[in-house]
């Protein structure tokens, strides 16, 4: 496996390439530099590779109550909340005014967070104060039970009067309390990664049988009912993606081009699905009455990076930013800027622990935050100040 340097001195410009390495080949092909680096990304030091090229800041730490964070996003609707999922816990951490002096934080576990965030992996955040969460177990109820795969992706409102709040007239129909979750779909036990698509859609990374999983959860059934019966679910690419055990493989859409972008972790590498290819096939069998479920056959999936040719392990986290997807490898603390060709244009060695970085969101300052999920802690990673 190649070094990040050696890879470097054919996807980036000369100036990048680590001294005593060899001059560029024939077959290279430079990256323009991007944004107001002679070379590289602020965010990601300028070319420098090391924290000394940036401003990394531990936001917060456990004293917030985090707990094996895996995952974050920002609420696009509220200036500097961020939500942290917790996997040690099944909670979630808000973040009121995130990284500023007023910074403050809230913990939040569901009344019934064995179910619905058990092992929580993901969030996606939707329209109209919704989100999503993926979970990486098979309904265990918290270890409760041996599991029955009754498991896969729920749906939440990011409303905090809400969110974490028992519905009382669902719990007198009921006669149990259910939460606060608005929606369940159960195809996907081991569920690594989720992506927003457009309206109650969302597309699922289902470690279980190696697949990419379309759920639609049609009309949600209200703050903790359980009608989940006009879900429709479609699989895809069954047996062509891979799950990393304990690394949740992140994913995003490209909402212009219909391209899922896809950490396929146990594969080592980032695979794109086309979601406008494929047509419907036959039925399969469904966890829930109601529902409909059913393979899409002659999907196109196909390999972006191949993590060999970049020293990238375990890719994790993934986000797509000003036209560059950026990965965070679990395995090696990197963080690396891709091209929508596939060429490096920059990386960060972060000093963190192995199997510690996870989830990243970027802020609308251009700030990028990463969950360091070994030592329990939220970091941000600035630009370098020039002043």
């Not at 939460?179 to 457009?198: K, N, R, T, V």
């Not at 396929?264 to 695979?271: L, W």
């Not at 529902?291 to 970049?310: N, P």
Request: glycine residues 10%; contains cysteine.
């Amino acid at each position: 496996m190649q070094s990040l340097a050696r890879v470097l001195s054919c996807h980036l410009p000369l100036t990048l390439a680590v001294a005593g390495l060899t001059a560029l080949s024939v077959a290279c092909q430079p990256v323009v530099p991007v944004d107001e680096c002679e070379n590289g990304l602020p965010v990601l030091g300028c070319g420098d590779h090391s924290e000394a090229g940036v401003t990394v800041t531990v936001v917060s730490s456990n004293s917030d109550q985090l707990d094996v964070p895996r995952d974050l996003a920002f609420n696009p609707d509220v200036e500097g909340e961020l939500w942290v999922v917790n996997r040690g816990d099944d909670g979630m951490v808000i973040f009121d005014n995130v990284g500023t002096d007023a910074q403050d934080s809230e913990h939040i576990i569901d009344p019934f967070a064995e179910h619905f965030m058990e092992e929580v992996s993901a969030i996606a955040w939707g329209p109209s104060g919704r989100f999503a969460t993926c979970h990486e177990s098979n309904n265990t109820y918290n270890g409760a039970t041996d599991g029955n795969d009754f498991m896969g992706p729920s749906l939440w409102s990011s409303d905090r009067r809400i969110f974490g709040q028992s519905n009382p007239e669902a719990v007198e129909g009921l006669g149990f309390d259910l939460g606060s979750h608005l929606d369940m779909l159960h195809e996907s036990p081991f569920c690594m990664g989720i992506a927003w698509e457009q309206d109650a859609v969302y597309w699922a990374f289902d470690g279980s049988d190696g697949s990419i999983v379309r759920y639609d959860f049609g009309q949600d059934h209200g703050v903790g009912w359980d009608d989940h019966s006009d879900g429709i679910i479609g699989r895809y690419v069954t047996g062509e993606v891979d799950r990393q055990r304990d690394v949740p493989s992140h994913m995003v859409l490209d909402h212009d081009t219909g391209l899922l972008y896809i950490a396929d972790t146990g594969n080592s590498r980032i695979a794109v699905l086309d979601t406008n290819s494929g047509v419907r096939g036959g039925s399969l069998p469904v966890m829930e009455f109601g529902t409909e479920h059913y393979e899409v056959e002659g999907a196109e999936l196909s390999t972006l990076i191949d993590g060999d040719d970049f020293n990238l392990d375990h890719p994790s986290g993934l986000e797509l930013h000003n036209g560059l997807l950026y990965v965070s490898d679990n395995d090696n603390g990197n963080i690396l800027a891709f091209n929508l060709q596939g060429e490096m244009v920059d990386f960060l060695e972060l000093d963190v622990d192995k199997d510690a970085l996870m989830g990243m969101a970027f802020a609308p300052n251009g700030d990028l935050y990463v969950v360091d999920s070994e030592e329990d802690e939220l970091l941000r990673i600035s630009p370098k100040s020039t002043d």
